[in-house]
Protein backbone atom coordinates (compact mmCIF):
# COMPACT_ATOMS: atom_id res chain seq x y z
CA UNK A 1 0.00 0.00 0.00
CA UNK A 2 1.11 3.52 -0.51
CA UNK A 3 -1.04 6.33 0.45
CA UNK A 4 -0.89 10.24 0.89
CA UNK A 5 -3.12 12.12 2.96
CA UNK A 6 -4.14 15.10 0.99
CA UNK A 7 -5.03 18.52 2.46
CA UNK A 8 -6.26 21.85 1.20
CA UNK A 9 -4.35 24.58 2.21
CA UNK A 10 -7.65 27.14 3.47
CA UNK A 11 -8.08 23.11 5.64
CA UNK A 12 -11.63 23.42 3.29
CA UNK A 13 -11.02 20.06 2.16
CA UNK A 14 -9.22 16.68 2.75
CA UNK A 15 -9.18 13.32 1.16
CA UNK A 16 -6.51 10.52 1.32
CA UNK A 17 -5.04 8.87 -2.38
CA UNK A 18 -3.84 5.49 -2.07
CA UNK A 19 -2.53 2.33 -4.30
CA UNK A 20 -2.51 -1.16 -3.59
CA UNK A 21 -0.24 -3.17 -5.57
CA UNK A 22 1.00 -6.71 -4.80
CA UNK A 23 4.96 -6.81 -3.91
CA UNK A 24 6.78 -4.60 -2.11
CA UNK A 25 7.19 -0.85 -3.22
CA UNK A 26 10.66 0.76 -4.23
CA UNK A 27 11.89 3.55 -5.52
CA UNK A 28 10.27 2.83 -8.89
CA UNK A 29 6.83 2.30 -7.88
CA UNK A 30 6.66 5.35 -5.28
CA UNK A 31 7.74 7.52 -8.23
CA UNK A 32 5.41 5.83 -10.49
CA UNK A 33 2.75 6.92 -7.27
CA UNK A 34 3.82 10.19 -6.76
CA UNK A 35 3.48 10.86 -10.48
CA UNK A 36 -0.38 9.88 -10.07
CA UNK A 37 -0.58 11.58 -7.47
CA UNK A 38 0.90 14.27 -9.26
CA UNK A 39 -1.97 14.20 -11.98
CA UNK A 40 -4.76 13.69 -9.77
CA UNK A 41 -4.45 16.33 -7.95
CA UNK A 42 -3.99 18.42 -11.00
CA UNK A 43 -0.72 19.20 -11.06
CA UNK A 44 -0.85 21.82 -7.99
CA UNK A 45 1.95 22.07 -5.30
CA UNK A 46 2.44 19.07 -2.89
CA UNK A 47 4.43 18.88 0.49
CA UNK A 48 5.00 15.49 1.14
CA UNK A 49 5.76 14.28 4.94
CA UNK A 50 7.76 11.15 4.54
CA UNK A 51 9.69 8.89 7.06
CA UNK A 52 12.84 7.18 6.66
CA UNK A 53 12.31 4.27 4.35
CA UNK A 54 15.42 3.45 2.36
CA UNK A 55 13.13 4.12 -1.06
CA UNK A 56 12.70 7.09 -0.17
CA UNK A 57 16.69 8.12 0.14
CA UNK A 58 17.34 6.30 -2.32
CA UNK A 59 19.89 7.95 -5.47
CA UNK A 60 16.99 7.26 -8.21
CA UNK A 61 14.44 8.99 -5.81
CA UNK A 62 16.19 12.14 -4.77
CA UNK A 63 17.64 13.00 -8.42
CA UNK A 64 13.81 12.16 -9.36
CA UNK A 65 12.66 14.38 -6.47
CA UNK A 66 15.07 17.18 -7.49
CA UNK A 67 13.41 16.84 -11.18
CA UNK A 68 10.24 17.99 -9.89
CA UNK A 69 10.66 21.05 -7.80
CA UNK A 70 7.58 23.02 -9.63
CA UNK A 71 5.63 20.84 -7.52
CA UNK A 72 6.87 18.59 -5.24
CA UNK A 73 8.59 19.84 -2.22
CA UNK A 74 9.95 17.19 0.65
CA UNK A 75 10.12 17.34 4.48
CA UNK A 76 11.08 14.64 5.91
CA UNK A 77 10.22 13.08 9.23
CA UNK A 78 12.86 12.42 12.15
CA UNK A 79 13.74 8.77 12.37
CA UNK A 80 11.82 6.49 14.47
CA UNK A 81 8.61 8.65 14.66
CA UNK A 82 5.74 7.27 13.68
CA UNK A 83 3.78 9.45 15.41
CA UNK A 84 4.49 12.57 13.46
CA UNK A 85 3.24 10.93 10.43
CA UNK A 86 -1.08 11.31 9.98
CA UNK A 87 -0.22 8.44 7.64
CA UNK A 88 0.30 5.58 9.93
CA UNK A 89 -3.40 6.88 11.47
CA UNK A 90 -4.87 5.84 8.40
CA UNK A 91 -3.16 2.11 8.52
CA UNK A 92 -4.48 2.12 11.97
CA UNK A 93 -7.95 2.86 11.32
CA UNK A 94 -7.90 0.45 8.39
CA UNK A 95 -6.46 -2.44 10.59
CA UNK A 96 -8.52 -1.77 13.68
CA UNK A 97 -11.63 -1.61 11.67
CA UNK A 98 -12.11 -3.61 8.06
CA UNK A 99 -9.02 -5.58 9.00
CA UNK A 100 -9.54 -6.50 12.89
CA UNK A 101 -10.18 -10.28 13.63
CA UNK A 102 -10.48 -10.91 9.82
CA UNK A 103 -10.09 -14.55 8.89
CA UNK A 104 -10.41 -14.88 5.21
CA UNK A 105 -9.20 -17.74 2.88
CA UNK A 106 -7.63 -15.67 0.24
CA UNK A 107 -5.07 -12.41 0.14
CA UNK A 108 -7.56 -11.65 -2.35
CA UNK A 109 -10.31 -11.25 0.27
CA UNK A 110 -7.45 -9.18 2.39
CA UNK A 111 -7.22 -6.56 -0.14
CA UNK A 112 -10.97 -6.04 -0.78
CA UNK A 113 -11.22 -5.27 2.87
CA UNK A 114 -8.28 -3.15 2.99
CA UNK A 115 -9.54 -1.54 0.12
CA UNK A 116 -12.94 -0.82 1.71
CA UNK A 117 -11.55 0.66 4.50
CA UNK A 118 -9.00 3.07 3.07
CA UNK A 119 -12.17 4.06 0.84
CA UNK A 120 -13.82 4.76 3.81
CA UNK A 121 -10.98 6.96 4.87
CA UNK A 122 -10.47 8.48 1.69
CA UNK A 123 -14.47 9.97 1.72
CA UNK A 124 -14.10 11.22 5.07
CA UNK A 125 -12.49 14.57 5.21
CA UNK A 126 -13.53 14.94 9.34
CA UNK A 127 -11.36 11.43 10.10
CA UNK A 128 -8.17 13.01 7.65
CA UNK A 129 -8.22 15.86 9.60
CA UNK A 130 -8.31 13.90 12.99
CA UNK A 131 -5.85 12.06 11.64
CA UNK A 132 -3.44 15.22 11.22
CA UNK A 133 -4.18 16.79 14.92
CA UNK A 134 -3.71 13.27 16.57
CA UNK A 135 -0.31 14.24 15.54
CA UNK A 136 0.34 17.15 16.80
CA UNK A 137 0.39 18.87 12.82
CA UNK A 138 -1.42 21.80 11.63
CA UNK A 139 -1.84 23.59 8.46
Same mark, same amino acid.
Given at each position: MAGALVYEPDGSDA !? #? +???LRPGAYNDETLIEFLTDLDQLEQHRSV +? #? #?????? =? !?? =? @? @?? #??????????? =?IERLPGYAPDLNPTEQVWGSVKSKELANLCVDTIGEVTEAAQDGLDRVSDDAPLCFAFLRHCGLRL
Open positions: !H #L +VFQ +V #L #LWDGLP =S !HR =S @R @RM #LEWVASQRDWL =S
